[in-house]
């Protein structure tokens, strides 16, 4: 283990942009994280994982902490279900189609999700109508105040729509190390109702999906709609899907009758973030190295040379015009750093 200095995190956040960390050094163990963590107690410190969920707009001025742990163990099973402990440098993606070729079910509707997986219970992803803390049974994690190992069970987590206790209450004390998830071996009860997956497996021929064709399905949209970071850069979503009061709704829906939205509660509805965006105009359109995405609405993109702040200066004019116009307030689901 060597901390490096002035270090390029341009290869490591899905964005591609270029920016230097002060201190840099990638941890493999539990053990190590500890070392490190001890050794430099009295130290600015920044925890990077899979660098998919973040917009970098500065130089990081403290200790950047790698957490490339990898490793993936069956820790309990019976005829039905099987609890597999996953390490927090394992990319997600990867993940998802190991455990589908295992047969192990309950993942398969999250499959291409950039990032690893010890950032999943952060930001409690999800798509296509299935979240992690749909499968997550616990997770293991260091507190870096004063190292010792932490379990957090689900009930902790406080998960909800892109939020979890990591977000809040004790953000940036502890370091996710390892998350345990349940998963299904066999009467997979696959989720084909969200979005276009029922649209994809009819126009293959598939009335009874297994759960590798509902991946497969997943795959194939968002490939149609989402680029490869490897090939420009993004984050995936730059947005979170607005909740609005049903009374508010009620309003605005008066004045856009085509407006789409899911009801969610009682009293709520989710309006999508990305037909806002494409009717307000932004759908394509470029500010110089940064952009919307011609296929998606949701993501914003870096074209080569995009600097940060430009990228952020493009999602505040998209949020204001949002607001401006429905009177809709659309919140980043990416890290602004």
């Not at 071996?185 to 969200?194: A, E, I, L």
């Amino acid at each position: 283990m060597e901390i490096q200095h002035d270090f390029s995190l341009k290869n490591y956040n899905t964005f591609g942009i270029e920016a230097k960390a002060k201190k840099f050094i990638a941890v493999h163990s539990t053990e190590e994280l500890k070392t490190v963590l001890a050794q430099n107690k009295n130290e600015k410190k920044f925890i990077l994982g899979g660098g998919s969920n973040m917009l970098l707009t500065q130089d990081i001025e403290a200790l950047v902490i790698h957490i490339d742990l990898k490793g993936k163990k069956v820790i309990q099973e019976n005829e039905d279900s099987v609890w597999i402990e996953c390490q927090a440098g394992e990319n997600w993606h990867e993940f998802v189609l190991w455990a589908i070729e295992q047969n192990f079910g309950g993942l398969e509707n999250m499959s291409l999700i950039p990032g690893n997986v010890g950032t999943t219970p952060v930001q409690n992803i999800g798509a296509y109508g299935a979240e992690m803390k749909d499968s997550f049974i616990s997770c293991q994690a260091v507190q870096i105040e004063n190292q010792e190992n932490k379990t957090f069970i689900k009930d902790e987590c406080q998960f909800g729509y892109r939020e979890s206790i990591f977000k809040n209450q004790v953000k940036d004390q502890f370091i996710i190390t390892s998350v345990v998830f349940k998963l299904t071996k066999r009467n997979h009860k696959t989720n084909t109702s969200y979005g276009d997956i029922l649209t994809e497996l009819t126009k293959n021929n598939i009335t009874t999906p297994t759960i590798k064709e509902v991946s497969n399905a997943v795959i194939s949209i968002r490939k149609s709609k989402l680029p490869d970071p490897k090939e420009l850069g993004n984050s995936g979503s730059f947005f979170k899907n607005p909740i609005v009061s049903k009374k508010e709704f009620e309003k605005i829906h008066l004045k856009f009758p085509e407006m789409k939205f899911y009801d969610i509660s009682e009293t709520e509805v989710k309006v999508p973030a990305g037909w806002l965006i494409e009717q307000a105009g932004f759908k394509g359109k470029r500010f110089g190295d940064a952009g919307i995405h011609k296929n998606q609405a949701l993501v914003l993109v870096n074209y080569g040379n995009a600097t940060g702040q430009e990228i952020l200066a493009v999602s505040k004019k998209i949020q204001q015009t949002i607001f401006e116009t429905f009177g809709i307030q659309i919140e980043a689901e990416v890290n602004v750093i």
